[in-house]
């Protein structure tokens, strides 16, 4: 084959690629307000109508006790999971389950477990947890501000490429997502956890990183160099976590967030939403911030 044939091949198999791309179907969600910073999605499980928790940082979809019985799931087994505290967490094993959020479909096989238990008791009630593992080979845009989640849309955001690690836990079921952030010393990777709607957390390794020293419970004002980002001072709660620390609500909202969880790809560009008031910093000195 000559020169020339080889780069009208190329085109075509580009070109070809492209229509596929876009042939692919594209599943547009609305996320639901729960309670502060929390969001909802309503799905179906077997059939049946569901309030579902939306928490990037949950690792493994879960369902209620009533939600399995209703499907006919049969708890059995178990599966173990830590919190980023350490603090262990134990669920049953279901099995397989269809999962429908409005157009997307997908079979997989949750956990069972009372999420309410670990809810205050003025919480409305809600069924399970939906969370990364369900979008397991997806290309997928988040929008926390916005409230919109995209399922399927080809990689096509202005946005600039971060870097990122997926994890594998609870004996290989569960799926989490770690940002990439640069220290003054290596990296740092952090849990994107968007039920995590208290703090951004760091723990007292990542802080030495960043060439800060702060005590436990302590709070400390750190540049956060997240990247595909722009670099910003942001205030941290420094916590005994079992990663390097954990990205909250409020930061991952500033951004529409694009996810290839296949290639394990991410792509970062501001938001089409306003950021929730409460995510709004005040001048160091208002918000106690130390900073060591």
């Not at 179906?44 to 928790?53: E, I, N, S």
Request: with cysteine.
């Amino acid at each position: 084959m000559s020169s020339f044939e080889s780069i009208i091949s190329t085109i075509f198999v580009a070109i070809a690629g492209a229509s596929a791309a876009s042939a692919e179907p594209t599943h547009n969600v609305t996320l639901q307000p729960y309670v502060g910073s929390l969001l909802t999605v309503d799905t179906t499980v077997d059939g049946h109508p569901a309030r579902m928790l939306f928490d990037t940082g949950g690792g493994l979809t879960l369902v209620s006790p009533e939600l399995a019985a209703a499907t006919g799931c049969n708890p059995h087994g178990r599966l173990v999971g830590f919190r980023m505290t350490g603090e262990r967490v134990t669920s049953r094993k279901c099995g397989e389950v269809d999962v429908a959020i409005g157009t997307f479909r997908q079979q997989i096989r949750p956990g069972v477990f009372d999420i309410m238990a670990l809810l205050p008791e003025s919480f409305p009630r809600i069924d399970g947890v939906i969370s990364r593992d369900l979008l397991e080979d997806e290309i997928v845009t988040l929008d926390l501000a916005d409230g919109t989640l995209v399922i399927g849309r080809p990689v096509l955001t202005k946005g600039s490429e971060g870097e990122m690690r997926l994890m594998r836990e609870i004996g290989g079921a569960g799926l989490t997502v770690f940002a990439r952030a640069h220290a003054d010393t290596g990296s740092l990777y952090l849990l994107a956890d968007s039920g995590n709607s208290g703090a951004f957390v760091l723990s007292p390794g990542a802080i030495a990183q960043l060439g800060k020293q702060s005590e436990i419970g302590s709070n400390v004002r750190v540049p956060l160099r997240l990247d595909g980002t722009a670099p910003q001072s942001v205030e941290a709660k420094v916590e005994d976590v079992i990663y390097d620390g954990a990205l909250n609500y409020c930061t991952l909202a500033q951004h529409r967030i694009t996810l290839d969880l296949k290639a394990e790809r991410i792509w970062f560009a501001p938001t089409h939403g306003t950021r929730p008031p409460a995510c709004v910093e005040q001048p160091d000195d208002a918000n106690g911030a130390t900073e060591n």
